[in-house]
């Protein structure tokens, strides 16, 4: 078996893993978990100590997409019976800041439901986001989309400080989960959103039927894109989406695949994302020895474990909030 210890000590060094060390890191066998779990937290340690980001997400548009990602409740094709509604007002969407205020959360995420933001919604978005940056000390990461050109730099201009749109899975698996956008339109937003000074944020679905050469090859590419932030989402197939019924990962994999990202992307703020609760079950403490980051309150169509719950965890493993909020680099 890989010395994971030595591996790490070596990725602090500057070291790049192969491909052959990640599949030996995803099919570490189970009784090895605190080996590798703990060999993960030496890097994580290197770059953040104890500390935990908390980010909280708010979705200001709700169902009704044109696109087909398999996995979304929000699709055109999915029959999930969640609650749609249109962009909201300006002030529910500041007044949701000042709940991610009160829960320390150090970073606060605007997501919109559909392909991209119309002139008008960017417009209702930026205002709100001018306005919490004046209010309260929050990072501000906005989730809208594919951007058409001059979008990146509007939001750069009202103080957005990153950009998320996740890669989702790998180039090769991509068209098996969506068709009605490209690998390349989700890698060229990201480049969008970088080249306009704003910090990118770009992360995977883990548990959509993908191999485990994939899941390598997705944590590679978010290297090459260089994201600052790499949420990792454990597929949470739901009802009446493409995807429903998968069910394939396990506690112990979940923490397998989160220390590959963090051999992977050593310095990076790794958040162990949608799912957390479901897949990781009573093993969601030990995710934060790979990860550095999670969100707090709800998802986007699913709930998540109560503020409190998470915060007393975090008391728990002797983790700090990192109060800061999220660094960014730009
Ligand atoms: S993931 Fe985004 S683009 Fe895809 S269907 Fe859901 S809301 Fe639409």
Redesign the pocket.
């Known amino acids: 078996m890989l010395n994971f210890k030595a591996l790490a000590n070596d990725v602090i060094k500057g070291y790049e893993i192969t491909e052959e060390e990640a599949m030996e890191i995803l099919e570490c066998p189970d009784g090895e978990i605190l080996e590798l779990l703990n060999s993960a937290y030496l890097i994580r340690k290197q770059y953040f100590g104890n500390k935990v980001k908390l980010n909280m997400i708010i979705n200001t548009k709700s169902g009704a997409?044109p696109?087909?990602?398999g996995y979304?409740a929000?699709?055109r094709d999915s029959t999930n019976p969640i609650e749609k509604y249109r962009m909201m007002e300006k002030e529910t969407i500041v007044s949701g800041a000042e709940r991610a205020h009160q829960l320390n959360s150090g970073t606060y995420c605007i997501v919109a439901?559909?392909?991209g933001p119309t002139t008008r919604e960017l417009n209702q978005v930026t205002s709100a986001v001018k306005e919490i940056k004046e209010k309260y000390d929050l990072k501000i990461c906005a989730c809208l989309?594919i951007l058409k050109p001059g979008q990146a730099d509007q939001l750069k201009e009202a103080g957005v400080d990153r950009y998320n749109h996740n890669i989702n899975t790998s180039e090769k698996h991509h068209d098996t989960i969506?068709t009605s956008h490209s690998y390349q339109d989700r890698v060229e937003t990201v480049n969008k959103a970088k080249d306009a000074g704003i910090s990118p944020c770009s992360g995977v679905i883990v548990g959509m039927k993908e191999t485990k050469e994939d899941v390598i090859h997705m944590a590679i590419a978010l290297k090459e894109l260089d994201a600052d932030s790499i949420p990792v989402n454990f597929l949470h197939a739901m009802e009446g989406t493409l995807l429903e019924g998968t069910d394939e990962l396990n506690p112990l994999y979940c923490l397998k695949v989160l220390s590959l990202f963090r051999f992977i992307n050593p310095s990076k703020e790794i958040r162990i994302s949608g799912g957390r609760e479901v897949n990781l079950r009573s093993l969601q403490p030990l995710g934060l020895y790979a990860a550095n980051s999670i969100f707090i309150g709800d998802y986007l169509t699913t709930a998540g474990q109560e503020g409190t719950k998470d915060h007393q965890m975090l008391k728990d493993l002797g983790f700090e909030v990192d109060y800061e909020g999220s660094e960014m680099p730009v």
């Open positions: 997409c696109e087909n990602c979304c929000q699709s439901s559909g392909r989309g969506t």
